[in-house]
């Protein structure tokens, strides 16, 4: 393949409430051992052409990217406005969202974010300023304030984040993230004015959610996916499939499984400690419908989830590992415990 590919920088997405999101964004997630080396990763993403960053509280990494904003914008790489950022609220903040906001836009150096999310359905049990952000018992289980499973307080969250959509300029969009069709099904109807314009989850193919992907799509919500590659140690790039790709459009095999989803309209969260790696992963490959369902059905034959993480227990996402609430399962009582 030698004809010039398109860049994945250069690629917009409508949202339901007639705003854009570039299909491409950074996510920041900062090393263990690194925090801020997140700083160079914003300015080489930044002076790449990405023009979507993804970021949280819980993340820990806001004052880094806000330093490097600072920077780009007092050398007039871009403008504030040329950029769209989106950060979210933890579950231990869920009875406070703005308060979280606030801390994020003051770590951030902004006056708004263009999207706020919820980043989990569920409420933990967590102080004024959010702390313990995990709290948990001594044997390590998760504290809530509400059943995971089938509570309701979550919305409220979601309730309050309208709200401040309503009454500020703090945030030009809402939405959410690691929503399953059960989560979705028990909250839509309960949203008073403002639908969630994006649902984050991961995705890739060795995960096919196809069912989740088509009820969003159906109900006007973007799917942006993060762990494109799986996450930790990259699997997803060792399928064979995505190597063919690569070496047929002649490019990375990062830059495969992210036209995975731009292809398919949805979002993709691209992360890098590398910023050599960061600067060589924008390019689009003009996959075929035939090669983007060959990718697909990866997933179909061995499906595969790498981010089974605490939080998601009980909110009835398939393959999710020592979830008894996995629809793969049956329903049983998870562990855990409310205050």
């Given at each position: ?13 409508q ?9 491409l ?12 080396s997140?700083?160079?990763q914003?300015?080489t993403?930044?002076?790449e ?6 970021t ?11 330093e490097?904003?600072?920077e ?14 989106t950060?979210k609220?933890?579950p ?8 979280s906001?606030?801390t994020s836009l ?16 569920i409420t933990?049990?967590g102080?004024?300023?959010?702390q ?12 809530y ?5 089938n509570?309701t ?10 709200d401040i ?7 030009k ?8 069709i ?8 309960e949203?008073r004015k403002y639908k969630?314009?994006v ?8 995960l ?5 992907v088509?009820y ?7 799917i942006?996916a993060?762990s494109?590659?799986?996450g ?6 060792e ?6 790709l ?20 949805r ?24 090669e983007?369902k060959?990718?697909?059905q990866v ?7 790498y981010?089974c ?11 999710w590992?020592?979830d008894?609430?996995?629809?793969d399962?049956?329903?049983m009582k998870?562990?855990f415990?409310?205050?």
């Open positions: 393949m030698t004809e010039q590919l398109d860049s994945a920088t250069s690629v917009k997405l949202l339901s409430n007639g705003k854009t999101i570039p299909a964004g950074l996510g920041t997630i900062p090393p263990d051992d690194n925090p801020g997140v700083k160079d914003v300015i993403a930044i002076k052409g990405y023009r979507h960053l993804d949280a509280w819980y993340y820990g990494s806001e004052k880094y990217i806000g490097a904003l600072k780009l914008f007092d050398e007039g790489v871009v403008k504030r406005e040329d950029l769209f950022i950060t609220v933890w231990s903040f869920w009875h406070n969202p703005e308060k906001l606030n003051k770590d951030l150096g902004l006056d708004y974010v263009d999207l706020f999310l919820q980043h989990w359905p933990l049990h102080d004024e300023n959010g313990p952000a995990t709290p948990k018992k001594d044997d390590g289980s998760l504290i304030d509400d059943d995971p499973a509570g307080k979550y919305i409220e969250t979601y309730h309050k984040m309208e959509l309503d009454k500020t300029d703090k945030v969009s809402i939405g959410i993230s690691n929503y399953s059960k989560k979705l099904e028990q909250f839509l109807p949203v969630p314009v649902n984050q989850i991961e995705l890739h193919p060795q096919p959610q196809q069912d989740l088509d969003c799509e159906s109900r006007g919500i973007v942006v993060y494109p590659v799986g930790p140690g990259a699997p997803v790039l399928i064979p499939l995505i190597n063919e690569a070496k047929k459009y002649m490019v990375t095999p990062n830059e495969i499984a992210e036209a995975y989803h731009i292809l398919n309209n979002g993709v969260l691209s992360r890098s400690a590398n910023l050599s790696r960061i600067k060589t992963i924008t390019r689009l490959p003009k996959l075929s419908k035939e983007l060959a990718l697909y997933g179909v034959d061995n499906p595969k989830r981010n993480v605490p939080y998601g227990f009980g909110i009835g996402f398939r393959w590992t020592g008894l609430y996995s629809t399962i049956g329903v998870p562990h415990e409310t205050v």
